[in-house]
Every structure is written in structure tokens, then in C-alpha cells.
């Protein structure tokens, strides 16, 4: 294992966004295993160190692999098109007025029914955006087109955590 391999080599993956979680979860585990600082005990504290540097390199690879908005970032970025959503927020017209429509449909909604259809909405946008970012990283390998689907996708998610909120109030 090297510290400075990317997470789909740290993990024996190809870098790809279509990923196995099972098999993911799997390669994760075995890497923690071998990582363990417990597994170092008898070599001293600087093994044990190093094992736990490489314990949090492991998880740190894991959270952003086994996340497909993380995942599509990284692959993006790791291809010389980062997100930078914190500077660049352009987005499609189109997709900005769904995101308004969206927007006061939430102000409007007053019953569970009407949130739950709104929610619906959300993951069957959230569902075509993954296929959209899966076929441009890994058919087209159109990494700038995979930037702004991720944008859409960090907006998608953070709308229906917004809904589920909504939800959460109401059903309290």
C-alpha cells in the first residue's frame, strides 16, 4: 500500500463511478484489517502510528468511494475538472427553474401527502442525474459535462434533505 495512491488504487478498484458497493464494503473491511493498529503492537508505538495513519487513510478513501455524489467529485476532480462548487454555482437555465419550482412547491406544501410527493420528485431527479454522471464519467469520460451534473446532483441532495425536514416537522 502507498499514502499517496488515489482511493481507487488504495483499494485495488477500477476508476470507474459505476462501483460494487458489496464488493467495496468487502475491500474496505480487509483493509482495515490489515491496518489494525492492534496488529502492531509488538513492533512499537511508530509502527502503531503508522498503521493508524494508514487506518484513517483507509476510511477517508471509503467515505468518499462508497458516496456516488463524493465519488463523482473525485473521479472529476482526479481528471483535471474539480467541482469548486463553493466558486462556480452556474447551472443551466432549465435546471434553475426546476430548482425554483421545486423551491415554492416546498413553501406551498401543507400535508405529508403533498411532501411526499415532492420527495418523490427529488429522488426520481436524483436517480436520472446518477445515470447522467455514470455515463458521462465512465462511457463519454466528459469530465467537465460530469461537473455540472455533480452540481446538480449537491443541490438535488441538499433540496431533499430540505423536504425531509419538512417531513420530520410535520410528523413531530
Known amino acids: 500500500m502507498n499514502l499517496q495512491s488515489d482511493d481507487f488504487e488504495l483499494f485495488g478498484l477500477e476508476q470507474r463511478f459505476a462501483q460494487d458497493r458489496a464488493v467495496l464494503d468487502a475491500r474496505w473491511k480487509d483493509l482495515q484489517r490489515q ?17 493508524m495513519q494508514w487506518s484513517v487513510r483507509i476510511n477517508e478513501a471509503y467515505q468518499r468511494l462508497k458516496n456516488p455524489l463524493k465519488r463523482a467529485a473525485y473521479l472529476c476532480e482526479l481528471h483535471g475538472a474539480p467541482v469548486n462548487a463553493e466558486n462556480n454555482t452556474a447551472m443551466p437555465g432549465a435546471f434553475l427553474m ?12 401543507q400535508t405529508a401527502e403533498d411532501l411526499e410527493k415532492i420527495s418523490l420528485q427529488c429522488r426520481l431527479a436524483e436517480r436520472e442525474v446518477l445515470q447522467k454522471i455514470e455515463q458521462l464519467l465512465d ?3 466528459d469530465y467537465p459535462a460530469a461537473v455540472a451534473q455533480v452540481r446538480a446532483l449537491m443541490f438535488i441532495e441538499r433540496f431533499a434533505a430540505d423536504v425531509d425536514a419538512r417531513l420530520d416537522q410535520l410528523e413531530a
Do not use: N, S, Y
Open 139 to 141: 462511457l463519454l469520460q
Open 98 to 109: 426546476q430548482q425554483m419550482e421545486w423551491r415554492e412547491e416546498l413553501d406551498d406544501a
Open 35 to 51: 491496518a489494525h493498529p492492534d496488529k502492531f503492537t509488538a513492533q512499537g508505538a511508530a509502527a502503531q502510528r503508522i498503521a
